[in-house]
């Protein structure tokens, strides 16, 4: 666990962060939410500093709040605190405005500046303070996903920032075998880890085929071009009502302009790039597009114990914020960063999962059920912040996030 | 009707009017839109600009609009100039940013002055200059009530502006009593009028009395004490589903704090101010008060011929956005300004009723089915605005306007 | 007001024609409610009995129901009597049978019969029972349009009853001028009627002219193969939207097979009729086809003055239940019966109405908002219940009611 | 795999027991569907009759359906036999009347005989058919829990069936510890089973304990009285959300009169038995009880190795149909019957699922999402229709089947 001086050094070089992915923002963009999944920028820029005052200052006695009225405002959901106002309307709020919100970040930032000055005195606070930086890190992903919402709907769509991205075809694409055994998955040791990735425990698995990379643009124009949203048969019943009820009928930000495509990216709209990894698509286009590949989605203890011991590399977000990119090596690759894999399984607690104490419990716990797990982070996902074990979840028609698919097979 | 320079120096005055109203904003409060009947700041004063642009600039040959995709993110309900942005989305638009919709003003005013300036080049577009800068006054008022519901739902309640009010006891009430007699309603004559107050005509009147001023929050509090709002048979039956499913207790914005009611007001939350006129009611809410009172509420033909020939004086927004006063004068006072008074009248055609030809004849018409009546301007109504003949009107469940109650009676 | 034994016998002839309605019934008819504006055949069975036992038999010391819990499950909207089952559900009931909803009706015509074989106890109940009488009728004409809904979105559109209708061609259609003047509407005098056609009054009338026929099923066809459903200019704002969001392209029950019409009639499905009058079209539509005719819907009072002093003939229901027919002499005519027809009139009150005292106040007085006026009868209706100061009501998106259109122009 | 005469009878009981069923109801009572998970009896008569038809008897070329239009009137869920009537609409047909589906019936009863009685025509029709025995039983489940909701939400609340059960208590609770081990779950050999029990495969099972029996109602009554339905760190965050949005206070079912609970049961409302298994819960609920006791829920596979080689005894259909009776034997019981067992596990593909091939694989494998596994069986399933490896499904809200809870525990 890291301490005093390195630890003041990581919270500052992670706030920082954070704001300076702020940077090309107008004030109006820090207001808006597009739809109730996202949340406005300043939201986010709030909340982090609320869970810090939250957890850790206000359980000193020397700490004064900024603004009492914070706590009901940027609550998210944690109703061992208090009460939160409506999520869905984070967007309606002029105020605190963006120059408030700055403002309350460098109050708690002086709070905690002092405090990590006296190590000394920070006893249990240090694994709440871990989990803050770790839990900041989060919102800077969601900040990423949420601006490009935000700007990929407006009709407008401005670019989050000007790319530019050369151009490379992706490696050769391959099935890489594992062979059956009962392994181990799961979190061990005293590195930071969330809850639900503990405890480390035993899973049985049969002979199994990984693709070498994520699903590129290309092969998922052919799902397209067969047909594929038009075939009930490829589809989870639920998904093909959700898909037929928005009229999917192509990922998220995908536009047909005189029969091309152009996809709405971090950089603006741009011709769509055949061999990115496709992103943007929800677990039902995931799981149709495997089944008519004649494949199935890797369950996560099949992604983690082929992902485990590798180096945590690939395209994350200390690259500067920028769309997954076609993968560059053959073999085995992509399992971290560029996109968020869909796996095959349920968002549940391990065997033997022991929330954290208190309203902290309420940070994953309470959300093990009706979501899909997500593994190996994305081109939005700061590099400290993945690992092997890291579970992700999102419901299965979230479609926003960088979330994409690798196929598997049973071998 | 106004020509040439006199036109040219309303217009700018108008124009500048509509910012004025804005110079207390921050960024943020543009941008904002707490609910799908009101709109950002900054989509107002865009579609203000826009209706110049549409109807008076586009229809010239050398005329350059600024950026090609405001005719569609900021026609309001125009299907006759082409498809329209999602209303209740225009609070989700972060871009374009204030900065760049003051611009757009300014493109416009640049044209229209060139074109205001050589008024021999006018021809038919003078009147619907005319009808822009009422339709632009139109927006001042929608602007101030939709500010105040961005403001007033907000947890924080910022005010619009600061606020100094002379406290006042409201003169003692009386009724006013009408002969009966078939009377003529509705402009006649040249002077600018909307479509929908044409044409002039006969109406059977029987004998009727008046309040003589509107009702005051002290007296609307005695229904409320009186249990008004669990008593159905109070209620027009959709009124009572309306007011059990929103859980309304009180007028919006009004707030029980210990036992003390408080009201959301432009200058910040106060306490409710007894003498003033009860506003932010439904016409549910005004229809189960008069029925409580054992009166009803005037039809909009007795209302028009009690205010006909009538000075327009009373509390308008040329004041200063201020919420309603108490009534000065003894007598039948406050028929113009102050609040919108709830008529019992539908918002039907007239006898004989042409709305304007092309699209501008979607302006009114199209939105007589299914709303009420009011009459008389409130607080936030510019005075060269409003008439004796004008007829604004809402859906029985609006209440975010400045809406407010007058008595009848049979006589 | 007709008393003792003459009411008695027409008490009984209501109450057999009533049931004689339901004779072509299949026990399961009595059950289902395919949406939530209509009822099922037992609910109205069972609904006028409760009526009569609430409002007359339960004023009475001697009376002894046959079920308590019949008192909520049979109220259908008097919150002055107690609460109700809810509306939308009162088609998932299978309880209590149709044997036992018939025993309902045998408990209170015995009790009712009782009462009024001693016409000298009666009092005050004459106008109650009058009251339920007219109720009952209603609710026949109900009973017919329900169930008409319900086999009609019926897959397999089964014949209410089968009939055979000697065909005719229309009528030749006129227009019928009538004269400018200050004229009264309502009812006045001591025969029946209902509260809402009361008081008589004033109205003063431009001049105008009214179509001789209800527009018939070809005259229609045209607005549809004119484009009709595809054009926003010709409907109000409200309709237009309606119209998109259910997917409205023709009268309700009408189906194009192949390119040719057929439309669900009580006899079952059939090429539609050209020369009978169009029917099961909202207010929305009625008011664009007149638009596109250049024409407008009549308002109540036009309509009334036209209809006043004709004899209540044309085709209702006493003829044995059958959609409407072809219009049959030439000059105004079909005002009652075949179709009821939409009026430009809101439902209102006219000046100086009462409701009636107490829980019966809620019979029609508190629909008085958002809902249109229907004029005439149509042939659901008994013959007994129509006349010229009938005010019917709907809100203007229904459209299950045997309801057509008359056009009216200034003239 | 059963053969011919064998196959025939068993053909001929299964469809008797369906039909045995129904002998309690009035006609209307086929008709009804009170909530869209429910369908009416008449329904679940026709449908596992189209499940014959179209699966067996439509593949041949001497079959003549009885009427055309029940293809699409009774496909339940089937897109690769074609379209669906809406299901949320079942209950607002009154055609075909019961009287018709019971010809139905009868129509596909002969044919099926004669297609029986000729053992050597069969061909691959065999296991079609045993699969449509099996069908019919599930229905026979869904037939008892439909009506007893249809009943259960009548304010009149009528029995199924008049019952008399003996009272007995429960026998005492205990912790049966199982050890850790690398099991096998799943369905081998020839006999019948879903294709979502299969492939048998390897788990990797930590040390766990299982309650020796179903929770009881007075142990439920325990965490009620004990705030559970008002302390949010108790429930899953949806499952807290759901529970205040129906305002959920106690299991369906269940109403306290003056204090004292009473339960709607198929033998009408009664005083809750306090030693009965509590049922009529969601998975949210199951899981909120458990937390509250320290506990959780057992996974399926852990069930599954519980149950495995123990013969099907307990509380089922075939004893006539009856709600769950209070344990009888101390130990581990109450394993099969009574009430289904919400698990822990999410209803997903066991590693190497293949669905049956065409329309049939629609059956189960498309309904993997969202729901979660319920184990054991209840006293609605037929006793021939369960097994250790039977996999039943629910998504977590569902509460109106006779689903309990039995807990689990690390060990």
Redesign the interface.
């Known amino acids: 666990m890291m301490e005093g001086p390195a630890l003041l050094e990581r919270y500052l070089d992670i706030r920082r962060a954070t704001e300076r992915l702020c940077e090309p923002l107008?004030?109006?963009?820090?207001?808006?939410?597009?739809?109730p999944d996202v949340s406005p920028a300043k939201w986010h820029l709030a909340h982090v500093s609320w869970f810090f005052e939250t957890f850790v200052l206000r359980q000193r006695a020397d700490y004064r709040p900024l603004d009492e009225?914070h706590a009901?405002?940027f609550n998210s959901?944690y109703?061992?605190v208090g009460p939160q106002?409506s999520r869905a309307?984070r967007?309606?709020?002029?105020?605190?405005?963006?120059t408030e919100v700055f403002a309350y970040r460098a109050h708690v930032d002086k709070a905690m500046t002092t405090l990590l000055e006296h190590a000394d005195r920070l006893g249990p606070a240090t694994p709440v303070i871990e989990l803050g930086l770790h839990h900041e890190q989060q919102h800077q992903e969601l900040l990423v996903t949420d601006l490009k919402h935000?700007?990929g709907?407006?009709?407008?769509q401005?670019a989050y920032r000007a790319r530019s991205r050369p151009r490379r075809a992706a490696a050769p694409h391959s099935l890489v075998a594992f062979e059956a055994g009962?392994v181990e998955i799961g979190h061990a040791g005293t590195d930071f880890a969330f809850d639900n990735e503990r405890p480390r425990?035993?899973?049985?698995l049969?002979p199994y085929a990984l693709g070498s990379h994520l699903v590129t643009n290309a092969e998922y124009l052919e799902f397209i071009d067969a047909g594929g949203y038009q075939r009930?048969?490829l589809?989870?019943?639920?998904?093909?009502r959700i898909a037929r009820e928005r009229d999917w009928q192509a990922p998220l930000y995908w536009e047909a302009i005189d029969g091309a495509w152009r996809a709405y990216t971090l950089g603006g709209a741009a011709p769509l790039e055949l061999d990115a990894p496709v992103v943007h698509v929800s677990?039902?286009e995931a799981?149709a597009y495997a089944r008519w590949r004649g494949a199935?989605l890797p369950?996560e203890a099949e992604w983690e114990h082929a992902a485990s011991g590798r180096p945590v590399d690939g395209h994350l977000l200390d690259d500067d914020p920028d769309d997954p990119r076609p993968a560059a090596a053959a073999g085995l690759s992509q399992l971290f960063g560029d996109a968020w894999e869909w796996t095959?399984?349920?968002y549940?607690?391990y065997?033997?999962f022991r929330p954290l104490a208190g309203a902290l419990?309420?940070y994953n716990g309470?959300?093990?059920?009706?979501q899909?797990v997500l593994r190996g982070g994305s081109c939005a996902t700061p590099r400290s912040h993945i690992r092997a074990t890291y579970r992700n979840f999102f419901p299965?028609d979230a479609r926003w996030q960088f979330s994409g698919i690798r196929l598997a097979q049973?071998s």
């Open positions: 107008a004030v109006e963009d820090y207001v808006v939410q597009a739809m009225r009901v405002l959901y109703n061992g106002f309307a967007g309606t709020l002029s105020r605190p405005t963006v935000n700007f709907v407006n009709p407008l401005p009962v425990h035993r899973v049985a049969a009930p048969d589809w989870l019943s639920e998904g093909w677990y039902y799981d199935r369950t095959a399984s349920a549940l607690p065997p033997g419990g309420e309470k959300f093990m059920v009706n899909m299965p049973d």
